[in-house]
């Protein structure tokens, strides 16, 4: 029981450094990784080179997709083309279905958009809709955000769903096909039927966080902002039907093969985006470059984060201690898939991060996958869904939808608090129910 004691110690560690001291979530993994790997018994010559080699691991898989996920995502908001989305798609659903409306817009602004990001793309938008219709602000604001957590929760190219898929050896066209399936549920009911209830909170912006739209001159059109956006998920999703039709060992596969590999799908979609929303617009190389160098730092924060749970992970699995743990979650009365999300949210109420919460809850429960226990691509689901789960005052998405909505405490946890949640237990229903037609 000793190994399984200095896992709770190192976990409640994370807590403590990262919720109470706000240390970086990096520095604190790598203190808790070290401090673990000792009490572990792994020689203390050998420690750093495990802790390189987990962020090593983790982060070589992930590099590519991540950081040319945050340069589509930037030109696709430099450009105009975010803006031409959410216009177009509130021109077209009228006043009435004006939440639907917001709810897909959310929806496919965030999916090449990282959360923080879509965030502060959308807060302009939903309250210039708020003004122009005189519709209650958060009836139109919670279904564009429960979109983008949905996404950020549950769908590659995402950072944390796509370090899942890396973690548990899964597909991640099938994870991708998989969240669609579940994200349509969560995101009705945790968007348009929930915010109906909301309509009595008030909610105004404070001065200074909300930004001027572009020209209708400026913005490019709005079938080629679409399709830009969605590239990558449409390359995913097309490359895993094609892989299951061709013939193995054909030229075929083995074309669909390199294609689907995901960092040639976000290079493929960023030389797109470079030419539809760049160059092919006039704008200088020199200024589309800047936009991808000014990328980097958005996501540099999260890469970090990323590779310190890798080095958390290694050091579970070089100890050995992996394996006692799965043995112990195999020991539960439950479902390992609903196992693998309780810990996932238990995680998320302690520390805050959905990021920190799900790469920690992935060495955890990574036995499961090794002894056959659960799906993989359900896993990454089921662990997507528990990371939004519970989401209060120590999570930075909370105070962000306090502050830029400028409501009370009490209103936060009834609409937001309640809305991250209901996304979290119904995308665990749907990973439920998928798991009687997909077998381990």
Same mark, same amino acid.
């Given at each position: 029981?000793?190994?399984?004691?200095?896992?709770?110690?190192?976990?409640? @560690?994370?807590?403590?450094?990262?919720?109470?001291?706000?240390?970086? #979530?990096?520095?604190?993994?790598?203190?808790?990784?070290?401090?673990?790997?000792?009490?572990?018994?792994?020689?203390?010559?050998?420690?750093?080179?495990?802790?390189?080699?987990?962020?090593?691991?983790?982060?070589?898989?992930?590099?590519?997709?991540?950081?040319?996920?945050?340069?589509?995502?930037?030109? /696709?908001?430099?450009?105009?083309?975010?803006?031409?989305?959410?216009?177009?798609?509130?021109?077209?659903?009228?006043?009435?279905?004006?939440?639907?409306?917001?709810?897909?817009?959310?929806?496919?602004?965030?999916?090449?958009?990282?959360?923080? *990001?879509?965030?502060?793309?959308? &807060?302009?938008?939903?309250?210039?809709?708020?003004?122009?219709?005189?519709?209650?602000?958060?009836?139109?604001?919670?279904?564009?955000?429960?979109?983008?957590?949905?996404?950020?929760?549950?769908?590659?190219?995402?950072?944390? #769903?796509?370090?899942?898929?890396?973690?548990?050896?899964?597909?991640?066209?099938?994870?991708?096909?998989?969240?669609?399936?579940?994200? +349509?549920?969560?995101? /009705?009911?945790?968007?348009?039927?929930?915010?109906?209830?909301? @309509?009595?909170?008030?909610?105004?912006?404070?001065?200074?966080?909300?930004?001027?739209?572009?020209?209708?001159?400026?913005?490019?059109?709005?079938?080629?902002?679409?399709?830009?956006?969605?590239?990558? =998920?449409?390359?995913?999703?097309?490359?895993? +039907?094609?892989?299951?039709? @061709?013939?193995?060992?054909?030229?075929?596969? $083995?074309?669909? =093969?390199?294609?689907?590999?995901?960092?040639? +799908?976000?290079?493929?979609?960023?030389?797109?985006?470079?030419?539809?929303?760049?160059?092919?617009?006039?704008?200088?190389?020199?200024?589309?470059?800047?936009?991808? %160098? =000014?990328?980097?730092?958005?996501?540099?924060?999260?890469?970090?984060?990323?590779?310190?749970?890798?080095?958390?992970?290694?050091?579970?699995?070089?100890?050995?201690? $992996?394996?006692?743990?799965?043995?112990?979650?195999?020991?539960?009365?439950?479902?390992?898939?609903?196992?693998?999300?309780?810990?996932?949210? /238990?995680?998320?109420?302690? *520390?805050?991060?959905?990021?920190?919460?799900?790469?920690?809850?992935?060495?955890?429960?990574?036995?499961?996958?090794?002894?056959?226990?659960?799906? #993989? $691509?359900?896993? &990454?689901?089921?662990?997507?869904?528990?990371?939004?789960?519970?989401?209060?005052? $120590?999570?930075?998405?909370?105070?962000?939808?306090?502050?830029?909505?400028? +409501?009370?405490?009490?209103?936060?946890?009834?609409?937001?608090?309640?809305?991250?949640?209901?996304?979290?237990?119904?995308?665990? @229903?749907?990973?439920? &129910?998928? %798991?009687?037609?997909?077998?381990?």
């Amino acid at each position: 029981m000793l190994p399984l004691v200095v896992i709770a110690v190192a976990i409640a @560690a994370l807590v403590v450094l990262v919720a109470w001291t706000k240390m970086h #979530p990096f520095l604190a993994f790598i203190i808790v990784s070290a401090g673990a790997a000792v009490a572990l018994g792994i020689p203390l010559a050998a420690v750093p080179g495990a802790i390189r080699k987990g962020m090593g691991d983790i982060l070589g898989s992930l590099l590519v997709v991540i950081v040319a996920g945050a340069m589509l995502g930037k030109l /696709v908001v430099e450009s105009g083309a975010a803006q031409r989305i959410a216009d177009t798609l509130v021109a077209a659903c009228g006043e009435k279905r004006m939440a639907w409306a917001m709810a897909l817009t959310g929806f496919i602004i965030g999916i090449p958009l990282f959360y923080g *990001v879509g965030f502060v793309l959308l &807060v302009p938008i939903i309250f210039a809709v708020v003004e122009r219709y005189r519709l209650p602000p958060l009836v139109v604001a919670l279904p564009a955000l429960a979109a983008l957590s949905v996404a950020h929760g549950l769908l590659p190219p995402h950072p944390a #769903p796509t370090a899942l898929v890396a973690t548990f050896q899964a597909d991640v066209g099938l994870t991708l096909c998989y969240g669609l399936l579940i994200a +349509v549920p969560s995101l /009705v009911i945790a968007g348009p039927l929930f915010a109906r209830f909301l @309509a009595g909170i008030p909610a105004r912006p404070l001065a200074g966080l909300t930004t001027a739209a572009r020209p209708e001159s400026e913005l490019p059109g709005a079938a080629v902002s679409i399709i830009t956006a969605l590239l990558p =998920a449409a390359l995913l999703l097309v490359t895993a +039907v094609g892989g299951g039709l @061709a013939e193995p060992g054909s030229t075929a596969a $083995n074309v669909i =093969a390199f294609v689907s590999e995901p960092d040639v +799908v976000m290079l493929a979609a960023l030389a797109f985006a470079t030419w539809t929303l760049g160059l092919g617009r006039g704008r200088p190389l020199a200024e589309v470059m800047n936009t991808y %160098s =000014a990328a980097i730092g958005d996501v540099a924060s999260i890469l970090l984060v990323i590779g310190g749970s890798g080095a958390f992970k290694e050091v579970l699995v070089k100890s050995g201690v $992996n394996g006692q743990i799965g043995s112990l979650l195999q020991g539960l009365p439950l479902d390992p898939l609903v196992t693998a999300w309780l810990v996932t949210a /238990v995680i998320r109420a302690c *520390v805050g991060s959905a990021t920190v919460a799900g790469l920690t809850a992935a060495g955890l429960v990574e036995p499961l996958i090794a002894d056959g226990g659960a799906e #993989p $691509n359900l896993m &990454v689901l089921a662990i997507g869904a528990g990371s939004l789960a519970f989401s209060h005052v $120590n999570d930075a998405g909370f105070w962000l939808f306090k502050e830029y909505f400028n +409501v009370s405490l009490a209103d936060t946890a009834k609409s937001w608090t309640v809305m991250e949640t209901i996304v979290a237990v119904v995308g665990l @229903a749907g990973v439920l &129910v998928l %798991s009687l037609f997909v077998s381990a």
